[in-house]
C-alpha cells in the first residue's frame, strides 16, 4: 500500500520558470514532511521539510505548501535553473516512538531546459 | 570528507551467490538506516539500528536478507542466495536521534 503519492512522475519546465510537485498521505500519523533532491548515481539530499503545524515554509527558491485538512502538501521551485534537473521525492516521517523512518513517495523527474 | 560512506558502489553477481554491502555513517550519528531504491521508485525502508541495537527488522523483505552494526558504529547488510529481483540500489543513511537522515551514494546490485 503505498502511503505517500506523488505526481506528476516527470515534468520538464523553462528556465526560470516555476516547478510544481505534489504529493498526497494516508496516514495521519505522520508529523514531519521533508523533501530529498537526487541526482543521477548519488543518494538523496534533503533540500527542505516542514511540520504539520505550519502551513508553508520558505528556504530561497523552494517552497512547501502544506494542507493538513487535504493531507496534501506541494513543492515549488521558483526560478528554475538547469542545475535543478533532478529526481525530486516527498516523504513523511512517524513520530519518534515508530522509528522516524521515511516513507517516500514515487519521485518526480524534472528537467528545466535552458 | 565526513559524509555517510558505502561501499562497494557497484556489484554484479551470479544468481545464488551471497553479497554483503558495508555502510560507515556519519561518526558522531547513533542511528543508520538500510533503504532499498528500485529503478523510477522511492527509497523502501528495510530496518534501522539505535547504536548496536536493531531497533525494527520486519521490513527486510526476506529471511535471506539480514544487517548488522556490531559495535554501533558502520553496518553491514547482507543477501543470501540472491535472486534477480534483488537487484537495486541499497541505501544507507545515518542520523542523530530524529534528526536530518543523511545519505550515502548507495550501493548499486546486479544479479544475473
Known amino acids: 500500500q503505498q502511503q505517500v503519492k506523488q505526481s506528476p512522475q516527470s515534468l520538464i519546465v523553462q528556465k526560470g520558470g516555476i516547478s510544481i510537485i505534489n504529493c498526497a498521505y494516508e496516514?495521519?500519523?505522520?508529523?514531519?514532511f521533508p523533501w530529498y533532491q537526487q541526482f543521477p548515481g548519488k543518494g538523496p539530499a534533503l533540500l527542505i521539510a516542514i511540520r504539520p503545524d505550519v502551513s508553508e515554509k520558505k528556504e530561497g527558491r523552494f517552497t512547501i505548501s502544506f494542507n493538513k485538512s487535504a493531507k496534501q502538501f506541494s513543492l515549488h521551485i521558483m526560478d528554475s535553473q538547469p542545475g535543478d534537473s533532478a529526481t525530486y521525492f516527498c516523504a513523511a516521517t512517524l513520530p519518534e516512538a515508530a522509528g522516524n523512518k521515511l516513507t517516500f513517495g514515487g519521485g518526480t523527474r524534472v528537467l528545466v531546459k535552458p | 570528507d565526513t559524509g555517510v560512506s558505502q561501499d562497494p558502489r557497484h556489484k554484479i553477481t551470479k544468481r545464488g551467490q551471497n553479497v554483503t554491502f558495508r555502510c560507515d555513517p556519519i561518526s558522531e550519528h547513533n542511528r543508520l538506516y538500510w533503504y532499498r531504491q528500485t529503478l523510477g521508485q522511492g527509497p523502501e525502508f528495510l530496518t534501522y539500528f539505535q547504536n548496536e541495537a536493531q531497533l525494527e527488522k520486519s521490513r527486510l523483505l526476506s529471511d535471506r536478507f539480514s544487517a548488522e552494526r556490531p559495535k554501533g558504529s558502520f553496518s553491514t547488510l547482507e543477501i543470501q542466495r540472491t535472486e534477480q529481483g534483488d537487484s537495486a540500489m541499497y541505501l544507507c543513511a545515518s542520523s542523530w536521534g530524529v534528526e536530518t537522515q543523511y545519505f550515502g551514494p548507495g550501493t548499486r546490485l546486479l544479479v544475473l
Open positions: 496516514n495521519t500519523a505522520f508529523d514531519y
